[in-house]
Antibody, heavy 122, light 107 residues
C-alpha cells in the first residue's frame, strides 16, 4: 500500500524558514520514473504546484517561488524535504505531497498525503 | 503564465449528468488529469491521461478531450459526488499547473 504523510510546524512567523517533510511508504524514490511533488492550497483557493524531485535527483520549482524553495530527498529514509524561506502570511496554506509513477503508465498524481496546515503570522 | 480555466460552479440534480470543462492552450500536447476534493480532505484522482479511470473509481466518472478543452463527465450523479474538482496538466515536461477548480453542487 502506497502512503505519504506530511509533517512540519503548524505555525511559523513572518520571515522564518519553513521546513516540511514528506515521509512515504510502499514505493522507493530510487525506482526509475518515480517523482514526489509538493502542492499547496491556501484557504478557500485552488491547488498550486510548488516543486518536485525525481528518482534521478532532478529538481523543478515553481518559477515565482524558485528563489525561496529547496527540495531534497533522503532515499534511505523514504523522505522528501521542502524548505521555503522568508515566509509571509500569504503562504498560509495546507501543504500536500503526492507522487507520480510514470513507470505505471499513470502520469497523474495518483496518491496524496493527508496534508499539513501551516499558518504564518507576524 | 500558463492557466487552466474551469467554470466556478456546476449544479446538477441527482441522477443527471454533470459536465466540467477545463480549457488550456497546451492541452492538445499534454495529458490532463482530474481530482476530486471533498471538504477537509486531500484530493483524489478520478481520471488520468485525459480519459483513463483509476481502479476503484466508479464507472460514472469519465473524461474526454477535444482540442484545447478537456471534459470530466459524471453520469448519474449521486449526492456523494458533491465536491470540488480540479483539472491538472503540464506546461512543459517538467512543470505542472492546476485548474481554477469547479464546485459541483448536487441539488
Amino acid at each position: 500500500q502506497v502512503t505519504l504523510k506530511e509533517s512540519g510546524p503548524a505555525l511559523v512567523k513572518t520571515t522564518q524558514t519553513l521546513t516540511l517533510t514528506c515521509t512515504f511508504s510502499g514505493f522507493s524514490l530510487s525506482t526509475n520514473e518515480m517523482r514526489v511533488i509538493w502542492i499547496r492550497q491556501p484557504p478557500g483557493k485552488a491547488l498550486e504546484w510548488l516543486a518536485h524531485i525525481d528518482w534521478d535527483d532532478d529538481r523543478f520549482y515553481r518559477t515565482s517561488l524558485k528563489t525561496r524553495l529547496t527540495i531534497s530527498k533522503d532515499t534511505s529514509k523514504n523522505q522528501v524535504v521542502l524548505t521555503m524561506t522568508n515566509m509571509d502570511p500569504v503562504d498560509t496554506a495546507t501543504y500536500y505531497c503526492a507522487r507520480i509513477f510514470y513507470g505505471s503508465g499513470n502520469y497523474g498524481m495518483d496518491v496524496w498525503g493527508q496534508g499539513t496546515t501551516v499558518t504564518v503570522s507576524s | 503564465s500558463y492557466e487552466l480555466t474551469q467554470p466556478p460552479s456546476v449544479s446538477v440534480s441527482p441522477g443527471q449528468t454533470a459536465r466540467i470543462t477545463c480549457s488550456g492552450d497546451a492541452l492538445p500536447k499534454q495529458y490532463a488529469h482530474w481530482y476530486q476534493q471533498k471538504p477537509g480532505q486531500a484530493p483524489v484522482m478520478v481520471i488520468y491521461k485525459d480519459s483513463e479511470r483509476p481502479s476503484g473509481i466508479p464507472e460514472r466518472f469519465s473524461g474526454s478531450s477535444t482540442g484545447t478543452t478537456v471534459t470530466l463527465t459524471i453520469s448519474g450523479v449521486q449526492a456523494e459526488d458533491e465536491a470540488d474538482y480540479y483539472c491538472q496538466s503540464a506546461d512543459s515536461s517538467s512543470t505542472y499547473v492546476f485548474g481554477t477548480g469547479t464546485k459541483v453542487t448536487v441539488l
